[in-house]
């Protein structure tokens, strides 16, 4: 079946996950591996396993995203992360969304499968961050990896940010151009074997994600 939807995936050093990430890939959905840098062979298994790759060299997972975002073909767009801690297979779900409704943005709020999958810091940045968000109007509670729009109208809200903000300057802009925004459950569970997240995997990760995030919203 011919891809109908494009699916970035920024990627540094996840060997160990993107053999299960890419294999719950739904039907008719492609892979773009953005390649940021990994020294574990990453970008090898990718383009094995049939996902387009591309590479960044700019280190920062906007930069990752971006560039997957400008080398994306399809109408609709999805983004997620490549460790494994997110189902590809729940992707359909937030397309239909797109499709069926006047929705210009779907985004997934992180459910926890079980205890210590979020770690305390970054969940506590995060609850920060969104409960920032509600209170300029916009009703989300998570600053989501896994989200999906059409990649036209993404790439017309002109975000700048290539570190940790992006996701957070994609929110902010979107209030501001009006769009609609739609969030729903989706599982969050383990990371693959022998990933660790750039983010939430230390407090120091979670502090620099803060701080890419407050840039963002002192703007």
Same mark, same amino acid.
């Given at each position: 079946?011919? /891809? ?23 039907? *008719?959905?492609? $892979? ?13 298994? $990718? ?14 997972? *906007? ?11 399809? %109408?609709?767009?999805?983004?997620? %992360? ?32 079980? $205890?210590?999958? =979020?770690? =305390? ?15 300029? *109007? ?11 729009? +059409? ?9 700048? %940010? ?16 009006? =769009?609609?925004? /739609? ?7 383990? +990371? ?12 120091? *990760?979670?502090?620099?994600?803060? +701080? %890419? ?7």
């Amino acid at each position: 079946m011919d /891809h109908s939807v494009d699916v970035v995936l920024p990627c540094l050093d996840e060997a160990g996950a993107l053999p299960g990430v890419l294999d719950s890939l739904p039907p *008719g959905y492609r $892979a773009i591996v953005v390649d940021n840098g990994s020294i574990d062979g990453s970008p090898e298994i $990718a383009a094995r396993l049939g996902a387009k790759v591309l590479h960044e060299s700019r280190r920062g997972y *906007g930069a990752a995203v971006h560039t997957g975002l400008e080398g994306a073909t399809t %109408d609709i767009v999805c983004f997620c %992360d490549a460790d494994g801690s997110l189902d590809l297979a729940e992707l359909p779900k937030l397309v239909e969304i797109l499709l069926t409704t006047d929705v210009d943005l779907v985004v997934g709020r992180r459910v926890p499968t079980s $205890a210590g999958v =979020w770690p =305390w810091h970054a969940k506590a940045g995060n609850l920060l961050l969104s409960s920032l968000l509600r209170r300029r *109007g916009l009703p989300v509670r998570d600053i989501a990896p896994m989200r999906a729009a +059409r990649g036209d109208a993404l790439l017309g809200l002109g975000i700048t %940010d290539r570190a940790f903000g992006y996701p957070l300057e994609l929110l902010v802009k979107a209030q501001r151009a009006g =769009w609609r925004v /739609h969030e729903l459950d989706v599982a969050y569970g383990e +990371r693959a074997k022998g990933t660790k997240s750039k983010v939430s995997g230390s407090v120091r *990760g979670t502090l620099r994600a803060i +701080r %890419d995030m407050g840039r963002v919203l002192a703007k």
